[in-house]
């Protein structure tokens, strides 16, 4: 059964810093990775998607890295602005189909 | 292109009662979830469809939940009768398939938020 596992919970960093999100998973057997947003009150927003045969997708100020054998995946967020503040949630995609997510890293960006 | 539509967005009921949540995928995705997601945690799969087929049902509570999506297009969620422990937000998304190269990418529509009292 797939694990994910997303740490920290939380985290708050002042406006301009460069930060990464981690997120791990048991069974590297997967089909692909996918970072979501999630708005407080609002439905998941994706962010990035990783293929099983790619090892990093970039999107603006987001980088997201894939390295299945050790079973984790980042998201890299470079000069953080408070609208960056969201909670982050990874979902794991096995070959069978089935997505499992993590409990996601709430952001907090201060002025 | 529109995405997830998803009603209503709130609900509130009381204990026993029975509710519906109603979803339409985007246009041509020929995969529906139905997720539930309790605050502070990640979303949990409740129904997979394929077309009009359930492909996974397995953490669905059959006593009280139901869902089905006639025609293979829209699907309806419904819970009877609830509990508390089912105030949470459920979440609808779709995926793509049989259109071009098939990448699994879920899309999600804004979610119904139940609360039972």
């Known amino acids: 059964k797939q694990e994910v596992t997303q740490i920290p919970a939380a985290l708050s960093v002042p406006e301009g810093e460069n930060l990464v999100l981690n997120c791990s998973f048991t069974d590297s057997a997967i089909y692909n990775l996918q970072w979501f947003r999630q708005d407080p009150g609002k439905g998941l927003t994706s962010l990035l998607l990783?293929?099983?045969?790619?090892r990093e997708q970039t999107s603006g100020r987001l980088n997201a890295s894939l390295d299945k054998s050790s079973g984790r995946s980042t998201l890299y967020i470079a000069a953080s602005q408070p609208g960056d503040s969201a909670t982050y949630l990874c979902a794991v995609r096995t070959n069978a189909g089935k997505s499992t997510f993590g409990d996601g890293t709430t952001l907090t960006v201060k002025p | 292109e529109a995405g997830v539509a998803q009603s209503p967005r709130y609900k509130i009921i009381e204990k026993r009662q029975s509710v519906a949540f109603w979803c339409n995928p985007i246009s041509g995705h020929a995969t529906l979830y139905w997720y539930q997601q309790i605050l502070g945690q990640g979303p949990k799969l409740l129904i997979q469809f394929q077309n009009n087929g359930v492909v996974d049902d397995s953490q669905l509570p059959k006593d009280r939940f139901s869902a089905e999506r006639l025609k293979g297009v829209d699907s309806t969620l419904k819970i009877q009768p609830a509990k508390l422990e089912d105030s949470a937000v459920y979440l609808c998304?779709?995926?793509?398939?049989?259109?071009?190269?098939?990448?699994?990418?879920?899309?999600f529509g804004e979610g119904s938020r139940l609360t039972v009292l």
């Open positions: 990783i293929q099983s045969s790619q």
């Open positions: 998304a779709s995926s793509s398939a049989g259109r071009g190269v098939f990448t699994g990418e879920l899309f």
